[in-house]
């Protein structure tokens, strides 16, 4: 059973995957939000999958991963020439997706010219390679997936919002792992035959009180955190199941866990409303983004791994929460 496949058995995607059905065969662009890990990337290639251009290529785009220059190179592709490093002529990724689809993911990460340019090409479909002065039509399905709210973006004056319209026909959105944990059993056991095949290794199950500590955790890293987890348990494990000692220790340690967060949020503060939930999310995420740093010595790329995220949403996060390190 394939990533994509085991998504038609977890309750957190029952809701959406019958929208995905529906709107799957027509050119609709779809917008895609959820936290980091809830598996944007896979309800996009659902779309493709149960669409009509499925015989041609699924493209995706991560916008956080290249600065603007590079980005509009890697999107519009070149025309030899068109600057000093150009050797050749180069197709961008709009154009290698005709006939298929292409999912630009961390779209709010894009540049206010970017996003111009970008509404211009799914305005007319059509784009020009950097120096050329021909237009190429585009045939393509455009999705896109997200981790904030971008109308509120919009709203602060931080996205476009004829980009924000012309993405947003359909929005859907991905609940948390931490809102759905009866889809832990299920996954932990994909993902325990997908590790001890890729890791060698002959591991037939993982242990009731396992699951029990797994469902008490909180997922901030949501169903890639879960993965990164189950992963290390098989690497760590020299039984024929996984059992609780196999887990990292905040996993273990749930008393020690739960006793700190409550001293963070205050519990009575929460008894009487004085603090909104969002801010007490952020303070959690905040406290969790420190305790990630300290053990991993300040380097970013072992803290992201630690915390199941992309090293380009951690140093958003850090921006964020004004830390430094």
């Known amino acids: 059973m394939t990533s994509l496949d085991i998504l038609s058995e977890l309750k957190i995607f029952e809701k959406i995957s019958e929208e995905i059905k529906r709107v799957a065969p027509y050119k609709l662009s779809v917008l895609i939000n959820g936290e980091f890990g809830t598996g944007r990337e896979h309800i996009a290639k659902l779309i493709h999958r149960h669409s009509l251009r499925s015989p041609k290529k699924f493209i995706f785009v991560n916008c956080a991963t290249l600065n603007e220059t590079l980005l509009e190179r890697d999107l519009f592709g070149y025309e030899k020439s068109a600057f000093s490093n150009a050797k050749a002529t180069h197709e961008g990724q709009f154009e290698l997706a005709n006939g298929g689809t292409i999912f630009l993911d961390e779209i709010e990460r894009l540049s206010p010219n970017l996003q111009f340019k970008i509404f211009r090409a799914l305005d007319e479909m059509e784009f020009e390679r950097i120096g050329s002065n021909n237009p190429t039509t585009l045939d393509v399905r455009f999705v896109a997936g997200t981790s904030i709210d971008l109308k509120t973006e919009v709203q602060e004056g931080r996205f476009r919002p004829e980009l924000y319209y012309r993405l947003n026909k359909l929005n859907l959105s991905i609940p948390p792992l931490r809102e759905n944990k009866d889809d832990i059993p299920v996954l932990a056991k994909h993902f325990i035959k997908k ?66 967060h409550n001293k963070l949020i205050n519990i009575d503060m929460i008894e009487n409303q004085q603090i909104p939930l969002p801010e007490i999310l952020d303070q959690i995420e905040e406290l969790i983004i420190r305790r990630a740093l300290e053990r991993s010595g300040n380097v970013q790329v072992r803290a992201a791994e630690m915390l199941g995220i992309t090293k380009s949403l951690l140093q958003y996060k850090l921006k964020k929460y004004h830390l430094t390190t």
């Open 195 to 260: 590790h001890c095949s890729l890791n060698n290794k002959d591991i037939m199950d993982i242990s009731k009180d396992c699951i029990d500590l797994l469902k008490k955790y909180h997922w901030p890293g949501n169903i890639s955190e879960l993965e990164n987890i189950i992963e290390r348990a098989i690497v760590m494990c020299n039984k024929k199941i996984i059992t609780k000692e196999d887990l990292v220790l905040e996993l273990r340690d749930q008393k020690s866990y739960l006793t700190n």
